[in-house]
């Protein structure tokens, strides 16, 4: 039994799997795909991974393949190099199962949609271009997929394309990638001749590596994955259809840039600089994003802002020095996220179409399988002890706790921490406790397998996750072991402030006291100010400076003002003085004569 | 200055100053000129004297001469004037204005 071959074999067997419903209508005659065949597609590339991901698991098997090369230049090849360690065996099987389960869900949320292949097509191509990226070994095959996870996304946001503010936030996912995409081609062209490879092994020996492509890294991270001053495009992109947020915008496309990090890590570990950047950053992210869910009224949105929050803590991770426990948040994180976006699907189908959390209520009775998973969701997304998201949250808490770092920094990330339970309870109190306040007229049917069964497994792997995991795998670095009570406990401390907080609030909605305005309220309803600040002050500052350079400057003023236009203004404005003197009379001739000796006469003497 | 020069200057500006801002007649233009004429003769003239060098003695006759000519041209011009337009008033002179 050659081991390494079956690992080999079975890693591109699965993507083979994937590539068929691709390719299999350009190669068979009349092949017409179906929504339910390439859902059988994705269950069985998952069960296929997961034969890699075992002999991984238990042999501690790594591979890296090379292919065919590229040869661009006579010094510089490009292969087609897979590799499959630790992150890509353990990601391929988790993003598989997330994505079976979506899949499954969407066969019943988009059911009335005439072009359903096609949206199961997008979906699938999107999948192949994360899971790209995720084993690739170079950076060109990383840009590839990054690239191609960036377009997919696009199509997937303006999916409902006749609808103005969908392609708004389409364009607005683009834009904003793109700004992060141009970091990455920073740091590629750094690498590309300083050490003359895309290769992501040659930069780790570098023992200080220079600032520059770490900041060209940095920040195609903040692009892609929403950190603070990219951020506005993970809301917006709530416009696309709720299959689409559950797989890109809360599992796997928004932590390729995590991603991006994790795997650069060597080139991060030796510039302290670069690690400072990456832990404030997210801090400031994952606050930022916190305090915006709190006011937020549409179920999709506090989601929406409650993933960012959960990428800052991811960037927070990474800024300690800990690409093993950022990959693990990303991986309990996956499950979790992307049930809660499932249930919000079937809770806003099944109120058809109601998307606004205060227009919800007592759905416990109507809706229990999905409010059950519901409340599981946002309980590990809380950090309760022992679901899955307490292994890798209250891991990060204890290790910021326990390193010397920015007090600043630490401050924010619990405070966020906090917010988290607070806006988590207040979405599960407002949508499944107390009176309905829905329009009687709806029929609630959740009675459909094609909603509770994927629902349910993302439930268990929301529970069991991050037990199984961290059984498995070992970390690299031993996590702190020793640490005072308070200290140990602070995860849990805040999050049940936060969780009183809430209960408390939820118990001033009950009374009819008019909301007043105040700053704050202000401030985290409209996220921050920062979405009319940058788009309109950054590109009416950009046109009119066009306009200036282009048309003011080069066009109005050397050409005209100061060019021919301008002599012949001068020209004529003497002429104009001196047209009242010329008069043809010989009397004012001879007495200027007279004065213009006078004048001589007078300045020569002196 | 000498008195003589100062005679000299001042029958020169004068009469300069009077051909400038002569308002109704030609000839008293005319006239400011002939004094003009008149005051640069007498300085022509007695400066070889005071200066003791023959060479220039010629110079005085020379401009007699010329402003003879010139008066010829100023009488003649004074003459077409009256008889086209009556009279030697200035304000006659304007077929330059605009």
């Given at each position: 039994m050659d081991l390494p071959m079956i690992l080999n074999i079975s890693m591109l067997l699965t993507l083979a799997t994937l590539l068929t419903p691709l390719l299999s209508p350009l190669l068979v005659k009349n092949y017409k795909n179906s929504p339910s065949t390439i859902m059988q597609t994705v269950k069985t590339s998952f069960l296929i991974s997961l034969i890699p991901m075992t002999l991984f698991i238990y042999l501690g098997m790594e591979n890296i393949t090379y292919f065919w090369e590229w040869k661009l230049a006579t010094n510089f090849k490009i292969p087609l190099n897979f590799k499959m360690d630790q992150y890509s065996l353990m990601f391929f099987p988790i993003a598989l199962f997330v994505t079976w389960s979506i899949l499954q869900f969407t066969t019943w949320y988009m059911a009335s949609e005439p072009q359903i292949t096609k949206f199961f097509l997008f979906l699938l191509t999107f999948l192949i271009a994360m899971l790209t990226l995720t084993i690739a070994n170079n950076m060109f095959l990383l840009f590839i997929g990054w690239e191609g996870v960036g377009i997919m996304s696009f199509l997937l946001i303006g999916w409902?394309?006749?609808?103005a503010e969908a392609n708004t936030a389409a364009l607005q996912a683009v834009l904003y990638n793109r700004i992060g995409d141009i970091g990455f081609i920073l740091c590629m062209a750094w690498s590309a001749t300083t050490i003359n490879s895309w290769d992501i092994q040659q930069l780790s020996p570098l023992n200080q590596t220079p600032l520059l492509p770490l900041i060209g890294l940095i920040l195609a991270a903040t692009g892609k994955s929403a950190?603070?001053?990219?951020?506005?495009w993970l809301p917006a992109a709530?416009?696309?259809p709720t299959p689409v947020s559950a797989l890109l915008h809360s599992s796997t496309m928004v932590v390729a840039g995590i991603f991006l990090l994790i795997r650069t890590h060597p080139m991060l570990h030796s510039n302290p600089t670069a690690l400072t950047l990456c832990l404030c950053l997210g801090a400031l992210s994952t606050l930022f994003a916190a305090t915006c869910a709190l006011t937020q009224n549409d179920i999709k949105k506090i989601i929406a802002f409650s993933t960012s929050s959960q990428l800052g803590l991811m960037m927070v991770t990474i800024g300690l020095d800990l690409p093993q426990l950022a990959f693990l948040h990303i991986s309990t994180h996956a499950f979790f996220k992307a049930m809660l976006f499932l249930c919000s699907g079937s809770i806003i189908h099944n109120l058809n179409g109601e998307q606004d959390i205060r227009k919800m209520g007592g759905l416990q009775k109507t809706l229990p399988t999905t409010t059950s998973c519901l409340t599981i969701g946002n309980l590990a997304l809380m950090g309760?002890?022992?679901?899955?998201g307490f292994y890798s949250k209250d891991l990060i808490i204890e290790s910021m706790n326990t390193s010397y770092l920015n007090t600043w920094a630490l401050s924010l990330t619990l405070l966020a921490t906090s917010f988290t339970a607070t806006y988590s309870i207040r979405m599960s109190l407002l949508v499944q406790t107390g009176f309905t306040r829905t329009t009687p007229t709806i029929l609630i049917n959740e009675n459909n397998p094609a909603i509770t069964n994927p629902i349910t497994r993302l439930a268990l792997g929301s529970i069991t996750a991050g037990l199984l995991i961290t059984t498995y795998i070992l970390p690299t670095k031993t996590p702190p072991m020793t640490m005072p009570t308070t200290t140990k406990t602070t995860a849990i401390i805040i999050t049940l402030l936060g969780i009183l907080l809430a209960l408390e609030l939820s118990k001033m909605t009950h009374t009819l006291i008019k909301p007043k305005q105040n700053p704050l309220l202000n401030f985290s309803s409209t996220l921050g100010y920062f979405n009319p600040l940058t788009h309109r002050l950054s590109s009416t500052q950009l046109l009119t400076t066009g306009q200036k350079i282009a048309s003011h400057l080069i066009d109005l003023s050397w050409y005209k003002k100061m060019g021919p236009e301008g002599l012949a203004t001068l020209q004529l404005k003497a002429a104009k003085i001196s047209t009242t003197l010329h008069t043809g009379l010989i009397k004012t001739y001879l007495m200027s004569f007279a004065l213009s000796i006078l004048i001589i006469l007078i300045s020569s003497t002196q | 200055m000498t008195f003589l020069h100062l005679s000299f200057y001042s029958a020169f500006t004068l009469s300069s100053l009077g051909l400038a801002f002569h308002r109704i007649h030609l000839i008293s233009a005319l006239l400011c000129l002939e004094s003009m004429m008149l005051s640069m003769y007498m300085a022509l003239s007695t400066w070889p004297a005071q200066t003791q060098t023959t060479s220039p003695s010629l110079t005085p006759i020379l401009m007699l001469t010329f402003s003879a000519c010139e008066a010829g041209i100023g009488l003649a011009i004074l003459v077409a004037s009256s008889r086209t337009h009556g009279s030697d008033h200035l304000h006659n002179l304007n077929l330059l204005q605009c």
């Amino acid at each position: 039994m050659d081991l390494p071959m079956i690992l080999n074999i079975s890693m591109l067997l699965t993507l083979a799997t994937l590539l068929t419903p691709l390719l299999s209508p350009l190669l068979v005659k009349n092949y017409k795909n179906s929504p339910s065949t390439i859902m059988q597609t994705v269950k069985t590339s998952f069960l296929i991974s997961l034969i890699p991901m075992t002999l991984f698991i238990y042999l501690g098997m790594e591979n890296i393949t090379y292919f065919w090369e590229w040869k661009l230049a006579t010094n510089f090849k490009i292969p087609l190099n897979f590799k499959m360690d630790q992150y890509s065996l353990m990601f391929f099987p988790i993003a598989l199962f997330v994505t079976w389960s979506i899949l499954q869900f969407t066969t019943w949320y988009m059911a009335s949609e005439p072009q359903i292949t096609k949206f199961f097509l997008f979906l699938l191509t999107f999948l192949i271009a994360m899971l790209t990226l995720t084993i690739a070994n170079n950076m060109f095959l990383l840009f590839i997929g990054w690239e191609g996870v960036g377009i997919m996304s696009f199509l997937l946001i303006g999916w409902w394309h006749g609808r103005a503010e969908a392609n708004t936030a389409a364009l607005q996912a683009v834009l904003y990638n793109r700004i992060g995409d141009i970091g990455f081609i920073l740091c590629m062209a750094w690498s590309a001749t300083t050490i003359n490879s895309w290769d992501i092994q040659q930069l780790s020996p570098l023992n200080q590596t220079p600032l520059l492509p770490l900041i060209g890294l940095i920040l195609a991270a903040t692009g892609k994955s929403a950190q603070f001053g990219l951020h506005p495009w993970l809301p917006a992109a709530m416009e696309g259809p709720t299959p689409v947020s559950a797989l890109l915008h809360s599992s796997t496309m928004v932590v390729a840039g995590i991603f991006l990090l994790i795997r650069t890590h060597p080139m991060l570990h030796s510039n302290p600089t670069a690690l400072t950047l990456c832990l404030c950053l997210g801090a400031l992210s994952t606050l930022f994003a916190a305090t915006c869910a709190l006011t937020q009224n549409d179920i999709k949105k506090i989601i929406a802002f409650s993933t960012s929050s959960q990428l800052g803590l991811m960037m927070v991770t990474i800024g300690l020095d800990l690409p093993q426990l950022a990959f693990l948040h990303i991986s309990t994180h996956a499950f979790f996220k992307a049930m809660l976006f499932l249930c919000s699907g079937s809770i806003i189908h099944n109120l058809n179409g109601e998307q606004d959390i205060r227009k919800m209520g007592g759905l416990q009775k109507t809706l229990p399988t999905t409010t059950s998973c519901l409340t599981i969701g946002n309980l590990a997304l809380m950090g309760t002890p022992f679901l899955a998201g307490f292994y890798s949250k209250d891991l990060i808490i204890e290790s910021m706790n326990t390193s010397y770092l920015n007090t600043w920094a630490l401050s924010l990330t619990l405070l966020a921490t906090s917010f988290t339970a607070t806006y988590s309870i207040r979405m599960s109190l407002l949508v499944q406790t107390g009176f309905t306040r829905t329009t009687p007229t709806i029929l609630i049917n959740e009675n459909n397998p094609a909603i509770t069964n994927p629902i349910t497994r993302l439930a268990l792997g929301s529970i069991t996750a991050g037990l199984l995991i961290t059984t498995y795998i070992l970390p690299t670095k031993t996590p702190p072991m020793t640490m005072p009570t308070t200290t140990k406990t602070t995860a849990i401390i805040i999050t049940l402030l936060g969780i009183l907080l809430a209960l408390e609030l939820s118990k001033m909605t009950h009374t009819l006291i008019k909301p007043k305005q105040n700053p704050l309220l202000n401030f985290s309803s409209t996220l921050g100010y920062f979405n009319p600040l940058t788009h309109r002050l950054s590109s009416t500052q950009l046109l009119t400076t066009g306009q200036k350079i282009a048309s003011h400057l080069i066009d109005l003023s050397w050409y005209k003002k100061m060019g021919p236009e301008g002599l012949a203004t001068l020209q004529l404005k003497a002429a104009k003085i001196s047209t009242t003197l010329h008069t043809g009379l010989i009397k004012t001739y001879l007495m200027s004569f007279a004065l213009s000796i006078l004048i001589i006469l007078i300045s020569s003497t002196q | 200055m000498t008195f003589l020069h100062l005679s000299f200057y001042s029958a020169f500006t004068l009469s300069s100053l009077g051909l400038a801002f002569h308002r109704i007649h030609l000839i008293s233009a005319l006239l400011c000129l002939e004094s003009m004429m008149l005051s640069m003769y007498m300085a022509l003239s007695t400066w070889p004297a005071q200066t003791q060098t023959t060479s220039p003695s010629l110079t005085p006759i020379l401009m007699l001469t010329f402003s003879a000519c010139e008066a010829g041209i100023g009488l003649a011009i004074l003459v077409a004037s009256s008889r086209t337009h009556g009279s030697d008033h200035l304000h006659n002179l304007n077929l330059l204005q605009c």
